[in-house]
């Protein structure tokens, strides 16, 4: 595919969405959240394509959303009916909420490799991803309440699922930084490399090593994690009855075994 805001390759089954804006410090513009959704439904539905890192090109992961996006809005939304000017705008953000969301909908994992700053928009774009690192120069906030705003597209609805209430409740209300040992510490992210050059070896070997296992098991467990979290304990257990009724006796299943007794490495079809 063609992007503009992106930068998206494929190699060895593991798919680098690069955030491709360096010069505007990969600010969110209006096309980047569009190509994004595009980026996760091509992951989705190519096969080759097994696990998904998504990073930032230059010094910045992403200043967040692109501030003349915001600026924009009052044209977008014109309409000398208060009602309908008003439902313009909800749908407006109901729409990034969906690029977003398309991340977490995506069966195949999604990784994010962060490098610098992760800001606002950053934030809610990471916290979709099943597993976030980062470098040890990286720092995160949530930086909506210093320009009078409410995060609105995904931070206060899954932040607090990774860090805790209380925690998320500071980040949000302040604003402060939180830099990339410390966001290892309250789970934020999984682990904090000590360079960048170590953050993209290191992700790019967890997500190769993802790879390599069989892709049916891997999009059940991401399927059955994200269902679990936002339901009973029962409720999950009886979803992966139902998934496995239908998906455990794959030809994955068999190769693994036949690997195993052979002492090799299994290979899996797309």
Same mark, same amino acid.
């Given at each position: 595919?063609?992007?503009?805001?992106?930068?998206?390759?494929? =190699?060895? @089954?593991?798919?680098?969405?690069?955030?491709?804006?360096?010069?505007?410090?990969?600010?969110?513009?209006?096309?980047?959240?569009?190509?994004?959704? *595009?980026?996760?439904?091509?992951?989705?539905?190519?096969?080759?394509?097994?696990?998904?890192?998504?990073?930032?090109?230059?010094?910045?992961?992403?200043?967040?959303?692109?501030?003349?996006?915001?600026?924009?809005?009052?044209? %977008?939304?014109?309409? #000398?009916?208060?009602?309908?000017?008003?439902? %313009?705008?909800? /749908?407006?953000?109901?729409?990034? *909420?969906?690029?977003?969301?398309? +991340?977490? &909908?995506?069966?195949?994992?999604?990784?994010?490799?962060?490098?610098?700053? $992760? +800001?606002?928009?950053?934030?809610?774009?990471?916290?979709?991803?099943?597993?976030?690192? $980062?470098?040890?120069?990286?720092?995160?906030?949530?930086?909506?309440?210093?320009?009078?705003?409410?995060? #609105?597209? @995904?931070?206060? *609805?899954?932040?607090?699922?990774?860090?805790?209430?209380?925690?998320?409740?500071?980040?949000?209300?302040?604003?402060?930084?939180?830099?990339?040992?410390?966001? *290892?510490?309250?789970?934020?992210?999984?682990?904090?490399?000590?360079?960048?050059?170590?953050?993209?070896?290191?992700?790019?070997?967890?997500?190769?090593?993802?790879?390599?296992?069989?892709?049916?098991?891997?999009? @059940? $467990?991401?399927?059955?994690?994200?269902?679990? /979290?936002?339901?009973?304990?029962? =409720?999950?257990?009886?979803?992966?009855?139902?998934?496995?009724?239908?998906?455990?006796?794959?030809? =994955?299943?068999?190769?693994? @075994?036949?690997?195993?007794?052979?002492? &090799?490495?299994?290979?899996? %079809? =797309?």
């Amino acid at each position: 595919m063609n992007f503009t805001t992106l930068d998206v390759t494929l =190699d060895a @089954g593991v798919a680098t969405i690069a955030l491709n804006r360096p010069d505007k410090a990969n600010a969110m513009s209006e096309p980047m959240w569009y190509e994004m959704e *595009q980026a996760m439904e091509w992951l989705d539905t190519t096969p080759e394509a097994r696990v998904g890192v998504i990073t930032g090109r230059g010094k910045f992961f992403t200043a967040g959303i692109d501030l003349t996006l915001l600026m924009g809005l009052g044209a %977008k939304i014109e309409d #000398d009916c208060d009602g309908r000017r008003h439902e %313009k705008l909800r /749908r407006l953000i109901l729409k990034l *909420q969906d690029t977003l969301s398309s +991340i977490e &909908r995506c069966r195949k994992p999604v990784l994010a490799a962060v490098n610098g700053a $992760c +800001i606002g928009g950053g934030i809610d774009l990471v916290t979709a991803c099943d597993m976030r690192y $980062c470098s040890s120069n990286a720092y995160f906030t949530v930086k909506e309440i210093d320009v009078g705003m409410t995060a #609105d597209v @995904g931070t206060l *609805q899954r932040l607090p699922r990774l860090i805790g209430e209380g925690m998320a409740r500071e980040l949000a209300y302040t604003g402060r930084r939180v830099d990339g040992i410390e966001a *290892q510490k309250m789970h934020l992210v999984n682990r904090c490399f000590e360079s960048p050059d170590a953050l993209a070896a290191g992700v790019m070997e967890i997500a190769r090593t993802i790879a390599a296992k069989s892709p049916l098991s891997i999009r @059940g $467990c991401k399927e059955m994690i994200t269902y679990t /979290r936002d339901h009973s304990v029962a =409720d999950g257990l009886n979803y992966i009855a139902t998934w496995n009724a239908a998906m455990l006796l794959s030809k =994955d299943l068999f190769e693994a @075994g036949a690997a195993n007794m052979q002492k &090799r490495e299994p290979i899996f %079809k =797309d």
